[in-house]
């Protein structure tokens, strides 16, 4: 999580001292292993899943739940199938972007140990 916030505030302080009119923050990418996969998704919740890079630092990521009056954006349950495939333990990669909730997941897949 401080490896997250140093590079988030690494990228505000970069793009502050630009003269671009508005911060471009793109996505965060962990590699590690997956410690913790809930999914909630059957009980009207998300998934939240967290990712231990090799230096003992966790990053957290979830998929917001599916019942909300909201459309869901495409590709989103895609994705949420996708994740269902992997297990505690497996070596992965994670993407996400930040969002007021924390890390919203764009992509995982299995990283070469």
Not at 6 to 24: D, G, R
Not at 32 to 58: F, K, M, Y
Request: proline share 7%; glycine share 8%; with cysteine.
């Amino acid at each position: 999580m401080h490896r997250c916030l140093v590079v988030f505030s690494l990228l505000l302080t970069l793009a502050a001292c630009s003269k671009n009119e508005a911060p471009v923050i793109s996505g965060v990418s962990v590699t590690g292993t997956l410690v913790t996969l809930q999914d909630a998704v059957p009980v009207d919740g998300g998934v939240t899943l967290e990712v231990e890079a090799a230096s003992g630092t966790r990053t957290m990521f979830h998929i917001p739940s599916f019942f909300t009056p909201n459309p869901i954006p495409e590709g989103r349950w895609e994705l949420y199938q996708h994740v269902t495939t992997f297990s505690v333990g497996d070596r992965v990669r994670a993407t996400g972007e930040p969002t007021e909730s924390g890390l919203l997941l764009t992509s995982l897949e299995h990283a070469n140990p």
